[in-house]
């Protein structure tokens, strides 16, 4: 077993792509659930204590819950790589890195996010799922994905799994202004998984996360995120746009529930 790494990746990329080529027309099938949930005082733990006054409230600070599942079959049986996902939060909602620490760059491109400072933590450890190989042998495996704030305002997504393939993998996320109807737009791109060199590429099925944090400063609570103070009928409008090794990019939409009054 080797360490997944972008560059092992990019050595076995025509090999991969020559065993297991994408079925013409096919594309993998995505669903998206997002939910606004009270922000953890621990913003490091899944567990404890939550900030009062947070969450699904109007205008209030809150974490995002967002499950991400993928189904196919286009390659070798499995969804096509994961390269990508664009994300658009509803419109009315607001970011803030002012008061908050980063985590060096150089400590997430070296992998050492044992040294992060526990401010940077950008929420709580989340989950992936998916296949890796093995030669001709595909297996599930199961990654924590860890949010830190990076430099510079983005989001970095540390992915760590360790049986059966030993995987550290850094997605940088970057955050632009609103677009389409949306609030601001978060774009991450996915490194490609590679165990050993030959093999086809690990395939994503399924990412959990939740982002969020928040700080007191003197008697006020500062939020990372905050929710919009209105919300139209039916929900607030979330997109994601997920793109793949196949060259597909499949948009999908949901509603987040809105507050109950």
Known sequence: MRKASTRLALLGLAVAMLALPAIAGAAPVVTLKVKAVPIPKNPSSNGGPTWPGTGNI??????????????????GGFPSPLTGVTFYTPPGSKLSTKGFTTCPAATLESHEVQNCPKKSFAGPKGSANGVVSFGGTRVHETLTVQPFFEEGGDLGFYAEGREPAVIELLSSGKFSSPAGGFGPVLTTEVPLVLTVPGAPYGSVEQIKVKVGAAFMQGKKLVSYGTLPKKCAKGGF??????????GETVPVSVKAPCPKK
């Open 58 to 75: 109007f205008g209030a600070g809150t974490d995002v819950e967002a499950e991400i599942t993928i189904s196919g079959t286009e390659y």
């Open 237 to 246: 409008p979330v997109k994601a746009e997920l793109k793949f090794l196949s």
